[in-house]
């Protein structure tokens, strides 16, 4: 795909939605992190609805860690692999707590040093709460970026290094945004909804149903 299609794609995501962001609900990078961290193989839908009951009580490292593992799991029971989970944000909270003063890391190497923090998740929070531009790499991006000829890539790392290398600079900081929702609820996998798509005209996709 050449520099000319790539900047009208993202013109065009701009125009539909200027100030695009995480449907994720938090109020602090804290919540957020906890927030993808629970959000791994699970809906927005799902961490939100018990998120909604659990900020509320526990919205800090030391907060949660009071409130202890047993309580923490009856608040994301609903969630897939909560108990795992549920053992990674405490053991966060900990760290958080001794090697940070209980705030959150703005460093990739300081996240991903936390207990359940990838690349991915690293990258939601530098992005969102700290506004650096970077571009997690999820199913639905890694999904477009290869459907559409955006930035092809093998693997998630691959199609990360070049969304980095071919987003145009203006646009890095909301490109992970527009590219989730655009494969979310357009660029679907199962049936790709180009019929509706605004970047149709654009996109490389050979098996294109207008």
Not at 38 to 43: I, K
Not at 51 to 69: K, M, W
Not at 145 to 161: C, D, I, M, Q
Request: one cysteine or more; charged letters at 20%.
């Amino acid at each position: 795909m050449n520099p000319t299609k790539r900047q009208e794609i993202f013109l065009r995501l701009q125009a539909a939605n200027p100030h695009p962001t995480t449907e994720l609900e938090y109020h602090s990078a804290f919540e957020l992190l906890v927030a993808v961290i629970l959000s791994a193989q699970a809906t927005d839908v799902s961490v939100n609805a018990a998120t909604r009951q659990l900020f509320p009580v526990a919205n800090t490292p030391q907060s949660i860690l009071d409130l202890g593992e047993e309580k923490l799991r009856g608040y994301v029971q609903r969630i897939g692999l909560y108990k795992t989970k549920t053992k990674h944000i405490i053991q966060t909270c900990r760290l958080l707590l001794e090697n940070h003063d209980g705030k959150v890391p703005q460093t990739r190497e300081a996240l991903e040093a936390l207990s359940g923090v990838g690349r991915k998740t690293a990258n939601v929070v530098l992005n969102t709460a700290f506004g650096q531009p970077t571009i997690a790499v999820d199913t639905h991006i890694f999904r477009v970026s290869n459907r559409t000829g955006l930035a092809p890539g093998k693997t998630v790392l691959e199609v990360e290094h070049n969304l980095l290398k071919f987003v145009p600079g203006k646009f890095k900081h909301d490109a992970h945004h527009w590219l989730i929702l655009h494969g979310r609820y357009i660029c679907q996998a199962r049936k790709p909804k180009c019929g509706i798509c605004s970047i149709v005209d654009l996109c490389e996709y050979r098996y294109k149903e207008i």
